[in-house]
């Protein structure tokens, strides 16, 4: 069965640094997503990616975020300049189609930690 | 804004039935999802209503009623391995979480 993947599992970075993220989604979706879970909260929506460029950002998802879809497998996010706060899992998720984005597969997350 | 209200811990028996209510405040609705997360690893999707009534899938049962921003999740037949982490979504241009209802099953 298809699934997403994510690179690498764990990742620490001290604080200023900036981290890239990467995820590989299902090879025939066309939807892309970033959430975040800080420890024990919720899963927080990050922004979403369609037709090489960003479909909705939430608040969090500010100037120090970025995403890329660098070929046509990868889906990257860049946290340019690390802060303790954004120690999080990142997931990732794709959809097929904008008609079952209420069914997105997620990847196994990134867990960030900032020191 | 956008809000989900859920309660945060439910516990039961195997074999048990439990329902794990969610309520909803938000502009753009499409519709209600629901996913399990067992101990931090990947939300996996359950069940999806885009109309009022129930979906039934299985074990699980999912209920909207749209006129009440109100939908639940309905597990029957309980097993051990149901332990995990239940999050309720609204559907929009994007999935909004609610803060999650984590479900303790004991023999």
């Known amino acids: 069965e298809p699934e997403v993947t994510q690179t690498p599992s764990h990742q620490v970075t001290q604080m200023g640094q900036e981290v890239i993220l990467r995820c590989v989604p299902i090879?025939?979706?066309?939807?892309f997503y970033w959430y975040r879970q800080i420890l024990g909260q919720k899963v927080e929506f990050l922004v979403s990616f369609y037709n090489n460029e960003i479909s909705e950002k939430s608040e969090i998802f500010d100037d120090q975020f970025s995403v890329e879809r660098p070929d046509g497998s990868n889906f990257t996010l860049k946290i340019r300049s690390t802060k303790l706060e954004d120690s999080a899992m990142y997931f990732c998720a794709s959809s097929d189609s904008s008609d079952s984005s209420y069914e997105q597969y997620f990847g196994p997350g990134t867990r960030l930690t900032v020191t | 804004g956008q809000s989900l209200e859920q309660p945060s811990e439910v516990t039961a028996v195997e074999g048990a039935i439990v329902q794990i209510n969610c309520t909803y405040q938000t502009s753009g609705f499409y519709g209600l999802s629901w996913y399990q997360q067992h101990d931090g690893g990947a939300p996996t999707f359950l069940s999806y209503?885009?109309?009022?009534g129930l979906e039934e899938t299985g074990r699980f049962s999912s209920f909207l009623s749209r006129s009440d921003s109100y939908g639940y999740l309905l597990l029957q037949e309980l097993q051990m391995k149901d332990s995990a982490s239940y999050f309720c979504a609204v559907v929009g241009t994007a999935l909004i979480f609610g803060k999650g209802t984590t479900l303790s099953v004991s023999s």
């Open positions: 090879s025939n979706h066309l939807y």
């Open positions: 209503n885009a109309l009022d």
